[in-house]
């Protein structure tokens, strides 16, 4: 078969000099391709804006509360208060190798915050240097609290975002500067620009954070905490961590072992893991539901080219009347069929890549979710569709190309 | 003998059989001007067919310059259609969505010519036939002799041996008839292009050197008409 630019000026021709026909049959194509990368766009999307709310989690954190019991046990009532302290801390380092970092965490709500004529009503966070290695705060300006601070009982504080965009509304580096969180004086070291995501005792935009032996003095704690913060050694089995600690803690604190509500435990491995299997789900959902349009979309193309081959029996049996073999006609149907199909599909790809930028750049744009969600595809989706394009064109044009070759030069004489 | 039939036989097996090719016998040299007339249904247009392997036959045996037409395989058939064989019919057969020029240049396509030469080719058919204005027109926007006339262009660029018409000028008025039949004479005596017209019109026939005459599938009677008087209406041109 001749390979030459006049194939594909002559198709070009049929296709542009025909266009309703070629709206009509594109159409199917064109919207299967945009419904596909539309949804597969929304969901990376929509993957991102979740996975924004892990960053920097550590995916093997085990956060541990205590609450109160629900179950008589040792000689207790049940509905008693209980609290952690340091000796919890120190026995689960000691008696439970699979832990890592051990650290605790306490909260104060609604504490005001006032820097000059600014003020906020936050949260105040007593944490150790260790957290980082549970949650990787993400620092717009400064440092977070380091060893010696907790040591020295420094009184610093880092800032969430909102906190710090009260405070300093004109958005000026607050480091250095001294903010007044309900009696005492901190001086700023750091902003944290995390928001929302896996929220222990309250959302780390709005709180401020300080070393937690100062928090335990200055609002006389007596050493009590409710929260404490652990990491699993790598490799070691979660599973089996949450149940040391389950027993350690129920056997020091006199708690029924079964009383899931009097010791809370958190694994934030099973968190991601759903969301994982969640976005896989929706993953496989949208390209089964895409592949079904596309197909849908190909056998419209298909159906439609079927009718226009009836309706161009004359126009294929003068063609074959003047010297057309039935290879040319089955050849040229099927590059009318993939020609058809890829500009169809090109121009789906444009439409949704340029719906899915908007949809990037308006939730970017957005306030509470700083800048960087993109809605967008990959490029080798991109590719990996085209190819499919192409064969969605071979398959949609077989029949209707069959059929067309089969046409007789006479059955077009006797079309009239 | 350009063109030879020997007893060719042929059957329509529709709703019921219909045989309506019943043994044609036929001799036609090259350069001939010849046209075919019988009767509506008398099977003209099938032995045209026939003659410009468009169909088939079931048998007798149908050569062109001694070649056996038989058999042949559907690209096999194309390439000698292509080649040696230009067809012009009462519905004039272009293709709506291409112009005049690139109507003609489509046989020369299909034969490989590059786009330049048969544009060139294409352009000195439609300019001798007198439509050099028409060429970048549709179809549908010429009149039936126009039209005609790019048919013909058509048929002619391959620079075929023979010319087969089916009623060429079924759809024309009786001026434009003239002009056609005129036409088809003037390559038939200039290029010496065999020619072969089916009509049933006498006047029509009346131009041609031999007629003819086809009837209850076979040949009947053969007038020679060199002197163009065989038919009645002969001197008064083609009536309608
Ligand atoms: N494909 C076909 N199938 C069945 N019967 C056919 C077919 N083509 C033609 N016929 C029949 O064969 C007979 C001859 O047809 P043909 O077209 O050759 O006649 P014709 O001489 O050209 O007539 P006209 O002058 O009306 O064009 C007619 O009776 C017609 O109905
Ligand atoms: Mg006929």
């Known amino acids: 078969m001749r390979f030459d630019i006049d194939r594909y000026k002559e198709i070009v021709d049929t296709l542009a000099r025909n266009r309703s026909r070629t709206l009509l049959t594109g159409f199917g194509i064109f919207w299967g391709i945009f419904m596909l990368l539309i949804m597969l766009g929304g969901g990376n999307g929509l993957k991102a804006i979740l996975s924004r709310n892990f960053a920097g989690f550590t995916s093997n954190a085990v956060i541990v509360g205590s609450s109160r019991t629900t179950k008589p046990y040792g000689g207790f009532k049940r509905d008693r208060y209980w609290s952690l302290d340091k000796t919890d801390i120190e026995a689960i380092k000691t008696l439970v190798p699979e832990s890592d970092i051990v650290t605790m965490m306490d909260a104060e709500w609604g504490g005001a915050i006032v820097y000059g004529e600014n003020s906020y009503s936050g949260i105040i966070k007593g944490l150790t240097h260790e957290y980082e290695g549970v949650e990787a705060p993400q620092l717009m300006f400064g440092r977070f609290i380091n060893e010696v601070d907790c040591e020295q009982e420094r009184k610093v504080c880092v800032i969430g975002k909102r906190v710090w965009s009260n405070l300093f509304p004109d958005g000026e580096d607050p480091t250095g500067k001294y903010i007044k969180v309900k009696d005492s004086y901190f001086q700023v070291i750091g902003v944290d620009s995390r928001s929302g995501g896996i929220n222990i005792s309250g959302s780390s935009d709005q709180s401020v954070v300080i070393p937690y032996q100062l928090m335990n003095k200055l609002y006389n704690k007596g050493g009590k905490f409710d929260i404490i913060c652990l990491t699993a050694k790598p490799g070691a089995d979660s599973e089996v961590l949450q149940e040391k600690i389950r027993g350690l803690l129920s056997r020091r604190h006199t708690i029924a072992p079964d009383d899931k509500s009097a010791i809370m435990i958190l694994d934030t491995k099973k968190v991601f893991t759903i969301v994982d299997n969640l976005f896989k789900g929706v993953n496989i959902l949208v390209i089964l539901v895409g592949l079904g349009t596309l197909l849908a979309g190909a056998i419209g193309v298909s159906n439609i080219m079927m009718v226009t081959v009836k309706e161009r029996t004359t126009e294929i049996g003068i063609r074959r009347a003047i010297g057309a073999t039935p290879r040319m006609i089955l050849s040229q149907i099927i590059t009318e069929s993939i020609g058809l199909t890829i500009l169809a599909g090109m121009l789906g790809i444009l439409f949704s890549v340029l719906i899915l930028w908007a949809a990037g750049s308006v939730v970017s744009s957005m306030p509470d979710f700083s800048s960087g969600i993109s809605f967008q595809i990959g490029f080798w989706t991109g590719i990996l569709v085209l190819l499919m394009l192409v064969f969605l064109g071979v398959l949609a044009g077989l029949a209707p190309a069959l059929r067309a070759m089969n046409i007789k030069p006479v059955d077009a004489m006797r079309d009239e | ?240």
């Open chain 2, 1 to 240: 003998m350009l063109i030879e039939l020997k007893d060719v036989n042929k059957t329509y097996f529709g709703a019921q059989p219909l045989h309506v090719l019943k043994g044609i016998n036929l001799g036609i040299e090259r350069g001939e001007f010849v046209s075919i007339m019988g009767s509506s249904g008398s099977g003209k247009s099938t032995l045209l067919n026939i003659l410009g392997i468009l169909d088939n036959y079931d048998s007798g045996e149908y050569r062109i310059g001694g070649k056996l037409i038989w058999d042949l395989s559907e690209s096999k058939a194309a390439e000698y259609r292509n080649k040696m064989i230009g067809f012009i019919f009462q519905s004039y057969n272009l293709i709506s969505f291409k112009t005049a020029v690139e109507n003609v240049e489509l046989p020369l396509f299909y034969q490989g010519v590059s786009r330049h030469k048969r544009h060139e080719m294409a352009m000195e058919y439609i300019e001798r036939l007198g439509l050099k204005d028409w060429a970048g027109h549709y179809p549908n926007e010429m009149s039936g002799g126009q039209k005609q006339r790019v048919a013909i262009s058509t048929a002619l660029v391959t620079k075929p041996d023979i010319i087969l018409a089916d009623e060429p000028t079924g759809a024309l008025d009786s001026k434009t008839s003239v002009e056609i039949m005129d036409l088809l004479k003037e390559l038939n005596e200039r290029e010496k292009l065999t020619i072969i017209v089916v009509t049933h019109e006498s006047g029509v026939a009346n131009y041609t050197n031999k007629i003819i005459h086809i009837k209850d599938g076979v040949i009947g009677q053969i007038d020679e008409n060199r002197s163009h008087d065989a038919m009645r209406f002969g001197s008064e041109g083609v009536l309608k």
